[in-house]
């Protein structure tokens, strides 16, 4: 899902066609969104005073509600004047007398009054005798004084419905609940907007009944805190409840590896760097705390995890994947289900998952990507067993932890089981969700679009959704749709389609029931408001030593000549590559914004300042100009820059427009080494005897030209906050564990490389892993010492033996630890 594109209601929306140069004009004009600047109200002028209220007011039936004014002196201070404001109680819905006590009166602030003084003004409701759902008083506000803003509503909270009794079913309370419904009111529920397109006019939140809104990547409330991504929401959330049934809003994000877009949280490694651990309880432990940090600033719903195999590593997505087998996807995928799911999805710590993208879209074919993309969003070209084989099983998994909703991929399917030449866009693909996923594998939860992905279904229009493109998706089995500027012309359409008979009512009934089913069952209508319980813990200590032992699990040793690793606290380090001291650059994309950015992103440590930790001798020169005489050993970090999506694809388009590029195109995305990267290998290896390379990337790297010169070599992947787990690897702190989760390939000519190739022969295996001591299982013994045996410090490891140890760590994942056995026992028979 990419950045929001900053555009007003009502404004034409863009396809993913979009050429580059224009997708990233939009996509800065939305990071320009993402902190807007508070506006007052129409009129106002120096000197002049504002006396503003909450736009809405809950009460309970029979209670009184408490309308505040706030006032407020232009420039601060106090009131040089007094201002008098004339309040009445007017339209709604509630009938005067009846459900509430008529008023009028006055309101004063006297000269002198400090800005920011407030004010009560009292309503009385009148308890009915019966059930209701939601009633409104319109408080008129009017003063000669001062400026005043909106006019207040009291909402006279339903009650006595069965749809809001706690003690019933869920699927008693849907029923009632959807009894209740208007077709507008339930498409409203299938609606999401983004934050940035209803914040300037958020009444639009109540006159749709949206079901939902959401953050894309760099779209933050101007307070970007724990307290202000809280309050934003819950201004949201109260506008949602400012209609009669007062069905709550579900606000999702991308938590994709941390709540990327709050300054401040606790960044993980990305899937990639999961995926190295092979441990599916640190997975759970490390999502459990991102689902804790996310929660805490009053959003329930993830679009994580990315359940992708991914088959070909060109793609600018790779490091959303677990792995390119199936089987270590499933294992991760489904420990992070559980892990942001819980036990119980109304916990303060639980969020609701999305496994995406749904389907294959790890498996699409170099050349077929959508627009300027090589392979994003591009088409998979495959059988309809092979899809069954690789790209399924790790949504059976995800399934299989009660996974809440799953996101359609961007991509198409065209099956080579009767020829090549229709793809079938997957917002459109009717066989793999209502087939595959709901009837075939009874789905109960809901299916949300990608961004905009129903306006990429063909026949495409200047003016999308289309009519044609919302009906296919609708009856294809999408129940939620995301479109963050384009929903109100979604909204109407698709009522009318339902009015038409295009759509028919219990396919919307349908949907919508599962919507509010995650609704309840997150708890929302009794809790719709932040919990703030655990705000203390967003980026705490506690919270990053978690991150941090993910790191140090993550690091993959690949080479390890002349035990070079780990290092002793009293060497003479010297330092080097453009990777070690840039938090950006190992957070990766998603973090801060869509595409990340190299620099000071957010908080937390570099590698560099983790191997000053745990050496007292550092010498430290990006570019290695610096003399190296003295140093003990070297250790350069070298790898990629920030990138996501498409604009990640090798040979793609490059991405030039977040604020910290100042307008200049990032460099192109390679299987290789940057040639500056390389050059500070070179010399750093050539001159310093012991000679160490990390490499931090969302996928591998080829420097087979590179391995002879170099000691040790390590996988770091993208670690995110907490550099200071590679240096507890790089010092023996922790031992090395992490084990390859995609093949390395030996050129970035013909880098597509997957364990069961006919014609297998990376440069480390899948699986491949080496370790610096302590105990280890009686099948890791027997692997790490044909590891040992076979890896040539030139050339890698060979064929033969690269193919058995695949082989043999994949028997592993699927349980069959005595297969994996025999499999490493011919390999060292055959030595």
């Not at 419905?161 to 706690?166: E, F, S």
């Not at 990138?643 to 090798?650: K, L």
Request: aromatic letters at 6%; a negative charge; glycine letters at 12%.
């Amino acid at each position: 899902m990419p950045l929001v594109p900053g555009r007003s209601r009502g404004s034409r929306g863009r396809t993913a066609r979009t050429v580059p140069a224009l997708l990233a004009a939009v996509a800065l004009a939305a990071t320009a969104q993402a902190v807007p600047v508070p506006v007052p109200a129409a009129g106002a002028a120096d000197g002049q005073v504002l006396v503003s209220a909450d736009p809405v007011v809950l009460v309970g039936d029979g209670g009184t509600a408490h309308v505040t004014l706030t006032v407020e002196a232009d420039g601060g201070g106090t009131l040089a004047a007094p201002v008098t404001v004339r309040w009445r109680t007017g339209s709604g819905t509630a009938t005067a007398d009846v459900d509430y006590t008529a008023g009028s009166g006055t309101v004063e602030f006297a000269a002198g009054t400090p800005s920011g003084a407030e004010r009560t003004i009292a309503i009385r409701t009148r308890a009915s005798a019966s059930g209701e759902t939601a009633e409104t008083v319109r408080v008129g506000l009017e003063s000669g004084d001062a400026e005043v803003s909106a006019d207040p509503t009291v909402v006279v909270r339903a009650h006595g419905l069965p749809y809001l009794d706690r003690r019933l079913p869920t699927e008693r309370r849907v029923a009632d609940l959807l009894g209740r419904m208007t077709t507008a009111e339930k498409v409203g529920q299938m609606t999401q907007a983004e934050r940035a397109n209803v914040a300037g006019d958020p009444a639009v939140v109540t006159e749709l009944g949206l079901g939902s809104i959401l953050s894309g990547g760099g779209s933050t409330p101007a307070d970007n805190t724990p307290e202000g991504w809280a309050d934003a929401i819950d201004g949201f959330q109260a506008r949602a409840l400012a209609t009669r049934l007062q069905i709550p809003l579900i606000y999702g994000v991308d938590s994709v590896h941390g709540h990327g877009n709050l300054a401040g949280a606790t960044i993980l490694p990305h899937n990639i760097g999961l995926g190295a651990t092979r441990d599916p309880l640190l997975v759970a432990r490390a999502e459990r705390m991102v689902a804790t940090e996310t929660r805490a600033t009053g959003i329930p719903w993830t679009f994580a995890p990315c359940l992708c195999v991914a088959r070909d590593d060109r793609w600018g997505r790779t490091y959303e994947s677990f792995g390119e087998h199936p089987a270590l996807a499933g294992v991760l995928g489904a420990a992070a289900v559980t892990g942001f799911q819980g036990r119980r999805l109304d916990g303060s710590r639980s969020v609701l998952a999305t496994a995406k993208h749904f389907v294959a879209d790890g498996d699409t074919a170099y050349g077929t990507g959508e627009g300027d993309y090589t392979i994003d969003q591009g088409v998979t070209q495959q059988s309809r067993r092979h899809v069954e084989a690789v790209d399924l099983p790790p949504y059976e998994a995800a399934l299989g932890a009660g996974v809440g909703s799953v996101m359609p991929s961007f991509s198409s399917v065209d099956w080579t089981d009767d020829g090549l030449g229709n793809p079938l866009k997957m917002h459109a693909h009717d066989e793999l969700i209502n087939g595959w996923l709901k009837d075939g594998h009874g789905f109960e939860g809901f299916v949300i679009s990608d961004y905009q992905g129903i306006h990429q279904i063909p026949p495409l229009a200047p003016d999308p959704p289309t009519t044609g493109q919302i009906v296919t998706s609708v009856n294809a089995g999408v129940d939620m749709f995301m479109e963050p500027s384009q929903f109100e012309r979604f909204h109407t359409r698709l009522v009318a389609a339902v009015q038409d008979g295009a759509v028919a009512e219990e396919r919307i009934d349908d949907a919508v029931s599962r919507i509010l089913t995650a609704k309840f069952e997150l708890g929302l209508f009794e809790e719709p408001f932040a919990d703030r319980s655990h705000a203390d813990e967003i980026g705490s200590a506690e919270h990053r030593a978690v991150a941090r032992q993910a790191v140090a699990a993550s690091q993959v040793l690949l080479k390890n000549a002349r035990h070079a690793l780990p290092l002793d606290h009293d060497a003479s380090i010297y330092v080097a590559g453009r990777n070690a001291d840039d938090l950006g650059n190992q957070a990766g994309g998603w973090t801060g914004t869509w595409q990340g950015f190299s620099g000071d992103v957010t908080e937390g440590t570099t590698i560099l300042e983790g191997i000053r930790a745990a050496a007292d001798d550092v010498t430290f020169s990006e570019d290695a100009s610096a003399p190296t005489a003295g140093a003990d050993v070297g250790v350069v970090v070298v790898g990629e820059t920030p990138y996501a999506e498409g604009f990640g694809d090798v040979g793609g388009p490059e991405w030039a427009w977040d604020p910290a590029d100042g307008g200049v195109p990032r460099e192109e995305k390679s299987m290789a080494l940057q040639p500056g990267d390389a050059e500070v290998v070179e010399k750093v290896c050539a001159e310093i005897r012991t000679c160490v390379v990390l490499v931090v990337s969302g996928r591998p790297q080829v420097l087979t030209d590179q391995l002879g010169s170099i000691d040790a070599l390590v996988a770091s992947w993208l670690p995110g906050t907490e550099g200071a787990g590679v240096a507890d690897v790089l010092f023996g702190e922790r031992r090395f564990t992490g084990r390859l989760p995609v093949s390395w390939p030996r050129s970035a000519d013909d880098p597509v490389v997957n364990v069961g190739d006919r014609d297998y022969d990376p440069l480390f295996p899948f699986g491949w892993g080496l370790s610096t001591g302590g105990r280890v299982a009686h099948l890791d013994e027997h692997r790490l010492a044909l590891q040992d045996a076979v890896l040539d410090p030139v050339d890698g490891v060979p064929a033969r033996e690269s193919r058995l140890l695949a082989r043999a760590d994949v028997a592993r994942l699927e349980g069959r630890a005595g297969l994996a056995l025999s499999i490493l026992g011919e390999a060292e028979g055959g030595r």
